[in-house]
């Protein structure tokens, strides 16, 4: 199932929410990048679990539909559900693609990829990887960093960072 279809209903609503004077929980804003960079993921490495993702767009969507209901009403709340539904149906059995979108700073004709550090990888072991394969880096703002350069040395350096965060199997 394309889940992203689903994650852009949920990002205008949140998107909506704000327009409207309405403050939305960090907590969901921090979902649906979370799910959007294992969107990321899933693209390179076809094998990375995608139940993720599907949790953090669950928890998004109760966040923003509860803050919804409360602040706008019942019959709001009806309409954002039946557009998380078509969402739904229009991605089942559809493969998702990556989204291409403009970064300052990054070279035209390559590609790019964001990812904030965790105490599970270090800034360190993605600087080192992303040297290793010759790509770029630079720090930005919320632990983030911007990785660049050619698009098969990204999902290489994907696939690395995957296989390093990845839980190991207990034999």
């Not at 509860?66 to 706008?72: D, K, Y």
């Not at 350069?149 to 199997?169: L, N, Q, V, W, Y």
């Amino acid at each position: 199932m394309n889940y992203e279809y689903v994650w852009k209903v949920l990002e205008a609503l949140a998107i909506e929410m704000r327009e409207r004077g309405q403050n939305v929980p960090q907590e969901a804003i921090e979902d649906l990048k979370s799910a959007k960079t294992l969107f990321t993921v899933q693209h390179v490495d076809p094998n990375a679990p995608i139940v993720d993702a599907q949790l953090y767009l669950d928890k998004a969507e109760v966040t923003l539909l509860s803050l919804a209901e409360s602040c706008i009403g019942k019959k709001y709340v009806d309409d954002w559900l039946r557009r998380i539904e078509d969402a739904r149906v229009k991605g089942l059995g559809e493969k998702s693609k990556p989204a291409k979108s403009f970064v300052a700073g990054v070279p035209k004709g390559q590609d790019w990829v964001r990812i904030r550090t965790t105490d599970i990888i270090s800034s360190r072991d993605m600087y080192a990887a992303a040297a290793r394969l010759g790509l770029e880096c630079k720090s930005q703002e919320h632990d983030s960093i911007l990785v660049y350069g050619k698009s098969e040395d990204i999902k290489r350096f994907i696939k690395e960072i995957a296989e390093k965060t990845r839980p190991k199997k207990q034999g």
